[in-house]
């Protein structure tokens, strides 16, 4: 055991002046040891040296006192056998005074001297036990504005600064403990290497560790930009790009290398401790302004997978706070704080070095035309990873102005990958983050974007001038979730097991490399999605824009917001979600108080009402939870129309659309899963009493449509209707024209201008209606399920799947809404609204749904045709008709 006569012996060893020194820095120091009881790292009976990073008085000073209250021995002691009038050494040492920092590395005879003393007795030996010490690194406390300036960093100040800094931070003193090293275990191994060589090795390891547990506790050593900038320049990549320049363009390879460091400044982060504490001390005060609570979820798992492992945070991009919020959280819980990829849009005067300094670093929208810019920054990504840089990016490109996760961009995803098979030394680990807000700053932009306006381009001035306006507004609540974490080695394992073999090969792409990126894009997207938060504006959204004047009498909100909370509590989506505890009756009180929702008085019950404005921006919180209500909503649509199917034409259809919701929304099942989780959703809405179950459960029923489980249903049917209308604007469209009619563009503008049109005439409050985006994911969806390909000269040409998606729409969108889009997609084309009409009114081969007038007989015998047909079908794929002359895809 340690020797616990510690604090007398201690006492009388040191000198006077010493013992006097720790009683005046006594009060303005307070220690926090890591771990917390060091005694038991320590093998009993076996002399202790310990070693400190760097040479100081007030590092004895507090190492004497942090042994003392362990009850370890103390480093004031002369070392038993060694000749040594104490029992600790600094590995660098300082000269000079109060301003001295003429430093140079601490000679390696005290090592030697150790190693000396134990080859004359075999049986000796001597514990040499690491010990770091951090003043001011406790980012979970408030500090004052000037302590920031004297926290904790990579530089070695001199004694008036580090005075200052004890002073100023030292009640955040840590002293960190590492497992002892037996010297004479290293002598061993080391076989009959002379002692002045092994005191350089092991003054070498001794090195590594400090700066490994420096960087884990502050971040990496990234305090001189100039540092990396350097690197960057001399990197062979770089290099050869440097002459090719040169050469192309017949300038000196001195001014081609000067136009790469000047990218290189434009990209790099200037990291500055300082700095990011000063910014954390200023938005402590900002968030209390601003929003009523910053919660995280999930943050222990994230933080328990993150050792060992290059971090990158790929968080969901939904305002400019993202940034600052991550970084402020993950400060405050003791993370270092990533370097975050931001565009060079964001490079404002006076806003843009700050952010530079909180650890941005910037890029460009487009690398086309410029192959110096590519090879500098993928070089400088490079060195970020292999440095072992903590990284933060949004893979969707830009900030969602739906509120539903984008389709990924993979360009940062593929430079990380590459990055990692050149120089695999340390394994990539992806960490996904939703965050949710109750409101959001950009909100009315947003929406005006979507409607046609153009964006406004980011200026210092229009920042300052908006500031004003979000300072005198509050914002509710703020969730950042961490989702479940993608190890980038099994997916490169799966796509080549000798993926290794591309290490130290800067301009390897191998041809598998695109699709691990694809993978992995649709990976963290849908991890994102599975770590949703649902608060109480998601929920009132769902409900109140499912009807027609976004007012609901409070009797059924109250019963709504319950079956919607039962909902994603009885079928979970994730174990990662979480859902607000409040009750119906607080989350209606709480729309009120953020002012998304008006009561209007009535004497037979109070309504509660969403007006205009407020429902547009209400879209964007229903769609930020909308894959979570998917298969609900889909069962739901079947009844719309419906008042009876079968259980087995509700999953076949289902799985027929899934790949096209699943696009959508990032949906997390194959198809089967999704199949299971339909059959849970019909189990839910029968014992909720919303459908009806006979036939051994093979037969469905809603109730009236005057019933209020009717009504229950076709709300939660409508968050979804407005993707299937969608879907038939697309087909409709591309079935009137004709094959080889319209190139993929032609017909997203041709679908976006439809909708608008069709939102126009029925006063629809969702913007992302006719959202460009959404029509052109849908379209690449088709050509990926083959039902739609593009001819030799760009024109799209499509299979007699595309007459059944037609036919099959009958089962959920109204006749008059299909009328409706025909009519605008046609320009009032009334030969095809007339073929519309009649393919609706012919029998068809289709799963046959059950009108509201069917009696049993017909009920029986639909039933039985609907499972024959489908037996005709192969599980998630739509199968055309056999016609003469029927087209088929390419192979």
């Known amino acids: 055991m340690p020797d616990m006569t510690a604090d007398s012996s201690a006492r009388s060893r040191a000198p006077w002046w010493f013992n006097l020194a720790g009683h005046l820095l006594e009060p303005w120091v ?182 490994r547990i420096r960087a884990a506790v502050i971040g990496p050593d990234l305090s001189h930009r100039r540092t990396v900038v350097d690197a960057v ?166 900030r969602s102005r739906t509120g539903r996760l984008l389709a990924p961009r993979a360009g940062m995803l593929a430079m990380t990958v590459r990055a990692f098979l050149r120089a695999p030394r340390r394994p990539v680990l992806f960490q996904p983050v939703y965050i949710g807000y109750e409101k959001l700053m950009e909100g009315k932009s947003y929406i005006g974007e979507l409607s046609g306006k153009p964006k406004e381009k980011e200026s210092l001035l229009g920042l300052l001038r908006g500031l004003g306006g979000v300072l005198r507004q509050r914002y509710g609540h703020v969730a950042l979730n961490f989702g479940e974490p993608i190890e980038l080695t099994p997916l490169l394992d799966q796509a080549s097991p000798d993926w290794r073999a591309y290490a130290g090969n800067p301009d ?75 009750e119906p009756a607080a989350i209606i009180a709480y729309g009120e108080q953020m002012g998304w929702i008006r009561r209007v008085r009535h004497p037979q019950g109070d309504v509660l009402v969403a007006d205009d404005e407020p429902a547009v921006l209400l879209s964007y919180f229903r769609n930020n939870v909308l894959h979570l209500a998917a298969t609900a909503a889909w069962v739901a649509c079947c009844f719309l129309n419906n008042r009876r199917m079968s259980r087995a034409s509700v999953v076949r259809l289902g799985r027929i659309v899934y790949p096209f919701i699943q696009g959508e929304l990032f949906l997390p099942w194959d198809a089967e899963g999704f199949g299971a989780q339909m059959q849970a959703t019909i189990d839910f809405f029968v014992r909720r009493g919303l459908l009806e179950s006979s036939g051994e459960g093979r037969l469905l029923e809603r109730g009236p449509g005057q019933d209020d489980a009717a009504f229950q249903l076709k709300v939660i049917a409508r968050s979804l209707i407005q993707a299937f209308e969608r879907y038939y604007i697309a087909i409709a469209a591309l079935a009137k024209s004709g094959p080889h009619k319209l190139t993929a563009a032609e017909l997203e503008n041709a679908c976006a201008l439809t909708a608008q049109r069709l939102s126009l005439l029925n006063e629809q409050t969702a913007p992302e209606f006719f959202d460009k985006a959404l029509f052109r994911g849908f379209i690449q969806k088709l050509r990926e399920q083959r039902v739609v390909w593009t001819d030799e000269n ?98």
């Open 30 to 211: 307070r220690l926090r040891r890591d771990p917390a009881e060091p005694a038991g790292l320590l093998k009993p009976g076996v002399p202790v040296c310990y070693v400190i990073e760097r040479d100081g008085f007030s590092d004895a000073l507090i190492l004497d006192r942090a042994c003392r209250e362990a009850g370890l021995p103390s480093p004031m002691r002369p070392l038993p056998g060694a000749r040594r009038r104490r029992s600790v050494f600094a590995l660098v040492r300082r000269d000079g005074w109060l301003f001295g920092r003429n430093r140079h590395r601490a000679p390696n005879e005290t090592l030697g001297q150790l190693v000396r003393a134990l080859e004359g007795d075999p049986e000796r030996d001597i514990q040499i036990v690491p010990v770091s010490i951090y003043v001011g690194r406790a980012p979970a406390r408030e500090s004052g504005w000037f302590s920031v300036l004297f926290s904790e960093n990579w530089v070695m100040v001199g004694r008036f600064r580090r005075l200052l800094a004890l002073l100023l931070n030292g009640r955040d003193t840590v002293v960190h403990f590492s497992a002892p090293v037996s010297l004479r275990a290293v002598m061993e191994e080391s076989g009959a290497i002379p002692p002045p060589r092994l005191a350089r090795k092991v003054a070498r390891v001794l090195r590594t560790h400090f700066r």
């Open 233 to 398: 320049l001399n990197a062979e990549p770089v290099r050869n790009a440097i002459a090719a320049t040169a050469a192309k363009e017949n300038i000196s390879y001195a001014k081609a290398w000067r136009r790469a460091q000047k990218l290189m400044f434009e990209i790099a982060a200037d990291y500055s401790h300082p700095v990011v504490r000063s910014a954390s001390f200023l938005l402590s005060n900002f968030w209390n302004k601003l929003y009523d609570g910053i919660a995280m979820h999930h943050f222990d798992k994230a933080r328990a997978a993150a050792p060992g492992y290059e971090v990158v945070y790929v968080p969901s991009h939904r305002s400019h706070t993202d940034y600052l919020l991550l970084s402020y959280q993950l400060h405050v819980s003791g993370v270092v704080v990533p370097h975050i990829a931001a565009g060079v849009n964001l490079n404002l005067p006076v806003i843009g070095p700050i952010l530079r300094r909180g650890g941005a670093f910037f890029l460009r929208r487009s690398f086309k035309g410029n192959a110096l810019y590519s090879v500098v920054f993928n070089e400088y990504v490079a060195q970020l990873i292999d440095r072992g840089v903590p990284m933060e990016y949004f893979i969707e490109g830009g």
């Open 508 to 582: 390897a792409k191998p041809e598998w490399l695109s699709g691990v990126v694809d993978r992995l894009a649709e990976q963290i997207q849908v991890n994102i999605n599975r770590a949703a938060d649902v608060n109480p504006i998601n929920l009132l959204a769902l409900a109140l824009l499912a009807t027609p004047k976004h007012a609901m009498a409070e009797s059924d909100l109250l019963a709504q917001l319950e079956l919607t909370k039962a909902l994603v509590a009885e079928l979970p989506y994730s174990e990662r979600i979480t859902l607000t505890p409040l």
């Open 794 to 891: 760009g024109k799209l040409d499509y299979a007699e799947a595309l007459e059944d998606m037609v036919r099959d729409a009958r089962v959920i969108l109204s006749r008059e809404v299909r009328h409706s889009i025909l009519k605008i997609t046609g320009d009032g084309d009334r030969d095809a609204a007339r073929a519309e009409e009649a393919r609706a009114a012919a029998p068809q081969p289709a799963p046959a749904p059950l009108p509201d007038d069917a009696g049993s007989a017909d009920l029986h015998a639909r039933h039985v045709a609907a499972e024959r047909h489908a037996h005709a079908h192969e599980a998630g794929t739509v199968v055309a008709q056999e016609k003469p002359g029927g087209g088929e895809p390419p192979a």
